[in-house]
């Protein structure tokens, strides 16, 4: 828990402080082995159970490049990019996430890796030959917190297609830009990253310091990852980034188009947290991907943290549109190391959704108004109580 | 009311056909006398209630240029503009519409302007020196679906602002595009503007023939005016156009940098009727604006007329997002030649929020499917039984 | 000739007078039979020495969506358009322009058309059949200019792609937009033009009247064509729109990305005259393509024509990026009705480039600035003396 | 001297290798002190003659934000920076840069700078209260190239805009990029500032070895500033970054509306180096601004190195546009540490001009074509040869 003690509240409504005003009663275990040298969020090694529906959805809807394909697995990647691979769709029985991919520095931080979650008692497994094709020696870990973690170094090389206009689609996807992650206890899964190296960029607190999500990065954007409060551990979804805003706007068409605008479960918009311009998808097995474009450069040691109000009704839509519910309580499994789901253990501290839209949530636009909010939001902000 | 014989389905879901596909059996006398011959909606004469208020909005957020302005009424323009206004704010005791002002082509056609209201006993006045600044003959009239209706070939000419991008903002509005009229009998309002010269480019039906909304143009875009089925004689919104879809989502962002997101009413997003990028917004005193960008040409005779169902679910919002209730329910008054407001009459045809959201509605993104709607659509697709 | 008496100077730095400021001392006969009442230009039917090349360009690069193609004719449309095509590619041993078509409003214009031509001692053939498939009864003439013109009205309807964003592509094509003819006397073109019932919108004139070129529009946008003063007659470019500027943009990346850089003639930038944004290609056969978007509304009786001096270098490049000399004298042969290249009358009024460009040229960013052009935009004013 | 042995060519028509093949004969002396952490470019501190117009350059038109600021001087920042300033514009005597200032990552890398600069004979100047207002403890060098470099830790922190869309413009510049030094020597700077603590991600290369410019970086994007190959030391340009392309545009419309379009030196366009998309304007004082946007992500350890050839005409320009020759041969002077001129000396390797452009040049849209330059890229590729 925090408070707003030593923030300092900025002509946008949010608040700045210096890193990080979060604090947990229940730490998970430091430990003494320095961590590996993280890079970057690399890629999703993703269970779907339709290999042939997801492939229309990854390949001809949204236009990844397939790097290598065979009947049980297709590895794709951005336009961006020259690893091997941003995404892996592997056939499997359960709609799941088998890895959260991280890129380190040197060879050496895989050593690193295996000290620093074995001291802590995780379950760790290490492949010389890698688990994806195209990726060398890899270490797979089930971390404290229950997700199944991936760090490597070597990768093959691939042709990096910026320069390929003539592949490219109005919707093009030109990087992995993060993943997010639903926890039950956001300020305990934030120490535990931060252990990792990670920096928190920007948080959602309420006044009493009850924090309902926190973003967290490595390579200097806003994030390479996210804690979400939740029901977890469940993965939230995975993000790619576009060059420009009307890019997003045309997947959203071409999906009209296709008469599958039912995959759009929110946005386009703003976000407030970002300040990234952001639409939600949802693939053939409900997995959630997010479009995004445009957070901020993150990268200086002293980058102000930001804290939004979750009372703020701009904090995580900035023109005020609500989210809907099914954005907070749906999200997907994540494996452990032999495949199996992880079982999910229920939120305990407050829910974002409960205490910001229907019927005992509350919002505001300019805190202090007594203004009511007009006719034209209340239904949208009361949506929730239908649930 | 009409079928769907002899229209032709598109591969994109929608119908087309010649004009029109819409009969009335209880029509407006059609008048002997020609209409006068109409270019384009020119102006809309808003009565509000705070004119500073109204004033922030039009001038200082949304950027329209100030003609001329006193104490008690401001005359602004768009970019392209070259009379002397396409908005007239004016002081007044009720927000309400005083007039919907269309330019013709020659001074002789306000002589039939006279001729063709009267022939059907409408009240018309004519003043020589014109109903507002920089505009000179003109002929008011209530017309017969209660609509105050103005027409002027006579204004001063005021610089075109086009080149002028130093005083340009990101969310630039360069032109009026068109209005939008709400009244309970869409067929009968249909027959009655065909007579005044308008065509029908687009309209919403139901399998029985049921008519809910028409979009009808002189200039040749989808639309100068539009009929919306529901209570009525109201004003639904009153529409500009920019350049490109990126300045709508900079009024959305500079509307949230101001904490004023609850502007917003619905979208930005893609509309099904008409193909344009649209946002609409809520003025200080619930005048509802529309921001609109890229329809297509619709100027040649035969021009193929379009019928969405109304249960495709991307006929208002190509992206399948719904309309919010108060989109349906809320519109500004309209004032008779006395400047009393317009008793407003019940729409007795079928509702379409009824027919689409909430309880009793029905919509689809495939025609045919049997899916169900997905559990992220499903709670927004209900949102209308809380009304 | 004609003189700056009359114009208005705005605070962009042209002239608007009302139509037209353009007189001619050698003027083509009037005809008294009235002009046919065009819609609108249509298509352009164009010979190209190889249908590969050309549909590789057309098509994989421009993206332009066939309605049909046999092994010697290819019939394109763009985007938004319901007429058979707007583009005829036609193999033939000499390219040249086989017409410059235009749609009327009724059949019975096609009547108009004849005895307009007829009086005037033109070449005129009627072809009840059409003279290309999708197209019905048409007259095509050998106009006064030398110009081969068609016109008809009747098309088979294809679908309108607008919905379509799965066929779209980073640079689509949505309207065709304009032609533009080369011709020695730009006066003498303009009052015949004038007769057959167009409207000028916009010149570039020198303070002694010279005109260099003039605009002019049936549609409400700045033209349907636009004579540009030169060796004539030659087709000097056939005009398609995009919705955004970015998909110009995209036109250039893919041209890069295939190694066609080279395509590329001249642009992208913001034309003075029409404020469009722009980029002219040369497709195989040196045909010139302008992509082109975003001009003004013109369709009022008085919208203020505007005349640029010959000297304002922003005149054709806002930015006041210089033209590129092939621009000026580059063009293509038109045929006479037996398929035989017209031949080529020399301009005998000064020329546009001798007087801006190269050794006695002279052109200013501000009228009446003393300062010398700075060094970096010399060098690019000066090309013109290699030639 | 390199070849293009172990270099592979990419399907876009240039090279790619690890870092880095540049080497030379005549390397500065490689200090056995380690380097200091530098985060990234953070500032240029800027000599101009006449401060009224220029800071009517970066503030009236360029939008920068004003900081603080007096008679003297003027502070500015970028939207989204949170440091004091990113632009210092000081009134002196001679238009000069007085600083290339670099951000480290901790308050002791400024001793680690002092160390390594006098390790090599370099003059050093270290303040403890800072050169400039808001910025603390800083050291000023001559680097061993002739460049006052500077480099500092502590900064007050200002307001990041990224969240006031009410104060941003169309052509909102929101990062500082990098900046671009002329030298005469290319690698042996190269090699300098790899011990610096560099990377090099792109260069422009012959058959022969001779490098013309190299890029490198130290934030995850193509470049914190690039060697450029000339007579020096001289500053070739300082870069702003905007989010989107339309921005870069909206500042050539909005110079093109002020009659200020002779600022535009190169540009717009899409280089192939970098893959951004960029302007190049002249401030009044003839200092070079590059405005830029979407180049890509450069972090990792084994980014691919690109080498593009000198005589590919789209290394520069994407699109095949040429270089105006201004660009190649001005540039800014630097100042030593007591406010001096740097004497400049000649660069004795080839020119990439006279090989490109011009009577000598020679250059191609595809290797090994040998199809002559079209006639219209003809003109403008001899364009050099008036010099």
Not at 56 to 71: R, S
Not at 299 to 314: A, E, K, L, R, Y
Not at 338 to 363: C, L
């Amino acid at each position: 828990m925090s408070h707003r003690d030593g923030m300092t509240k900025t002509s946008s409504g949010f608040f700045v402080s210096q890193e990080a005003p979060i604090r947990t009663d229940d730490p998970v275990q430091t430990p003494t082995s320095p961590a590996p040298d993280i890079l970057r969020c690399a890629y999703m090694d993703l269970v779907v159970t339709d290999l042939a529906a997801s492939r229309q959805f990854y390949v001809d809807i949204l236009g990844l490049h397939v790097t290598e394909e065979d009947d049980d697995v297709i590895y794709l990647r951005s336009t961006e990019e020259f690893i091997h691979h941003n995404l892996v769709l592997r056939k499997g029985p359960v709609a799941a996430v088998a890895a959260f991919s991280y890129r380190v520095r040197t060879p050496e931080d895989l050593d690193r890796a295996v000290a620093f979650y074995s001291e802590i008692g995780c379950r760790v497994e290490r492949r010389p030959e890698g688990f994806t094709k195209g990726i060398g020696d890899s270490v797979r870990v089930e971390d404290p917190l229950g997700f199944p973690y991936e760090f490597f170094h070597q990768s093959e090389h691939v042709e990096r297609l910026s320069w390929r206009y003539d592949l490219q689609i109005p919707g093009e996807l030109v990087r992995l830009d993060h993943f997010n992650q639903v926890t039950p206890d956001v300020p305990r899964a934030v120490r535990h990253y931060q252990d990792l190296g990670f920096r928190v960029t920007e948080d959602i607190q309420d006044e009493d310091g009850t924090v309902y999500a926190a973003w967290m990065r490595r390579k200097p954007t806003v994030h390479d990852t996210a804690a979400t409060g939740g029901d977890g551990p469940r993965m939230h979804h995975v993000a790619f980034a576009t060059h420009e805003k009307h890019n997003i706007l045309a997947i959203c068409d071409k999906l009209g188009a296709l008469r599958r605008s039912d995959a759009i479960e929110r946005g386009p918009g703003r976000h407030g947290v970002s300040n990234a311009f952001y639409l939600y998808l949802r693939d053939p097995d409900g997995h959630r991907v997010e479009i995004y474009t445009q957070d901020y450069y993150t990268g200086d040691p002293d980058n102000p943290v930001i804290t939004w109000d979750v009372h703020d009704n701009q904090r995580r839509d900035f023109w005020g549109n609500p989210v809907v519910p099914s954005w907070y309580t749906e999200a997907s499994l994540v494996l452990d190391l032999d495949g199996n789901p992880q079982p999910v253990r229920t939120r305990e501290h407050r829910s974002e959704m409960a205490v910001t839209i229907g019927a005992d949530g509350f919002s505001y636009t300019r805190e202090g108004d007594d203004e009511a909010m007009p006719s034209w939001k209340q239904g949208e902000y009361k949506l929730g109580n239908q649930l």
